[in-house]
């Protein structure tokens, strides 16, 4: 063989595996950045998608709330309905004659009972039922006040219970020596 047929070969060869290396090469980089669109492009749908359904879920949650506003306005317009016919019937009652019992209360540890009469503030004072109920006692919890301490004279005078009527202009004030008997006839 000559020199020249040598050096050909010798850069021939290179050569045609540059330029196939180069031209798959290139197909390859042409693939990825192919996928690389899709990735893009089904990322971005799905993005879409989601932001679509958030948006759903959003207008779900405000009809929602918008619902349970309204129900709640019923409800609040039902309970004061109820609220209006309970005081109307205790009213009734107490018209018709039918007081609970009078009652005494005596605070744990102490010696000193007060008596209170539903009659004579009702046919006497002329009061309502809702003027102390449920505003200043809660009914039938009258007990409950007694064995935890808290119907005593120091809460009267502050206008608690009892106090929040008998407090000198209203009616005879609980801390008046003069009407002690009133409300405690055995002392």
């Not at 039938?140 to 502050?158: A, F, P, R, Y």
Request: charged share 30%.
């Amino acid at each position: 063989m000559c020199k020249g047929v040598k050096l050909k070969r010798t850069f021939w060869i290179p050569t045609l595996l540059f330029a196939a290396v180069f031209v798959f090469g290139t197909g390859s980089v042409g693939l990825v950045r192919a996928e690389t669109v899709n990735s893009a492009d089904k990322a971005t749908a799905e993005a879409d998608n989601a932001k679509i359904q958030a948006q759903k879920a959003l207008v779900e949650a405000e009809k929602a709330i918008q619902d349970a506003e309204k129900a709640i306005f019923e409800a609040e317009k039902v309970k004061g309905k109820a609220k209006e016919d309970k005081a109307k019937a205790m009213q009734e009652m107490v018209h018709a004659g039918h007081f609970p019992q009078d009652f005494s209360m005596t605070v744990p540890g102490s010696t000193v009972t007060a008596v209170f009469s539903h009659q004579k503030h009702t046919e006497r004072e002329k009061l309502k039922c809702v003027e102390c109920h449920p505003k200043v006692f809660i009914m039938k919890v009258g007990k409950d006040v007694i064995k935890k301490g808290h119907l005593n004279m120091e809460d009267m005078k502050k206008g608690k219970y009892c106090g929040n009527c008998h407090n000198g202009e209203k009616a005879f004030s609980v801390t008046s020596i003069n009407h002690c008997k009133k409300c405690h006839p055995k002392q």
